[in-house]
C-alpha cells in the first residue's frame, strides 16, 4: 500500500510561487498517474493537473494553465507542483493523488486511489 505524503504549503502574496512536494513510500507508483487536487473552501475537490507515469502527457485545468507545473521524479518517488503566478482562487487545500479508477474523468477526486493528508496553501495580500 502506497502512502503519499505532501509538503511545500504555506502562504504567499498574490504574484508570488510555492512549490508542492509529494514524497511517495510503501510502494511504488512509477506505473501510475499522479494528479494534484485542490479543494478551496466551499467548494468541491477537482484536480488540477495530472502528469503521466513517464512524464509524457500533462493536462492543466484552464484556471491554472501557464502558471503552474506538474513534474515527478519516478527514480526519487516525489511529485511537484510549481506554482508561479499565484491568485487569490489558488487558495485550497492541495493533495497528491495517484492511480486511475475507470469511468472518470482526469479531473473528478473519485478517478484517484491513492491519496495525500493534503496542505495547505494560502495566497492574501
Known amino acids: 500500500q502506497a502512502q503519499l505524503v505532501e509538503s511545500g504549503g504555506g502562504s504567499a502574496q498574490p504574484g508570488g510561487s510555492l512549490r508542492l512536494s509529494c514524497a511517495v513510500s510503501?510502494?511504488?507508483?512509477?506505473?501510475?498517474?499522479m494528479a494534484w487536487v485542490r479543494q478551496a473552501p466551499g467548494k468541491e475537490r477537482e484536480a488540477v493537473a495530472l502528469?503521466?507515469?513517464?512524464?509524457?502527457?500533462?493536462l492543466y485545468d484552464d484556471s491554472v494553465k501557464g502558471r503552474f507545473t506538474i513534474s515527478r521524479d519516478n527514480a526519487k518517488n516525489h511529485l511537484y507542483l510549481e506554482m508561479n503566478s499565484l491568485q487569490l482562487e489558488d487558495t485550497a487545500k492541495y493533495y497528491c493523488?495517484?492511480?486511475?479508477?475507470?469511468?472518470?474523468?482526469?479531473?473528478?477526486?473519485?478517478?484517484?486511489?491513492?491519496w495525500g493528508p493534503g496542505t495547505q496553501v494560502t495566497v492574501s495580500s
Open positions: 510503501g510502494d511504488t507508483l512509477r506505473r501510475d498517474e
Open positions: 502528469i503521466s507515469p513517464d512524464s509524457d502527457i500533462t
Open positions: 493523488a495517484a492511480g486511475r479508477r475507470p469511468g472518470y474523468s482526469w479531473q473528478q477526486p473519485g478517478r484517484y486511489i491513492y
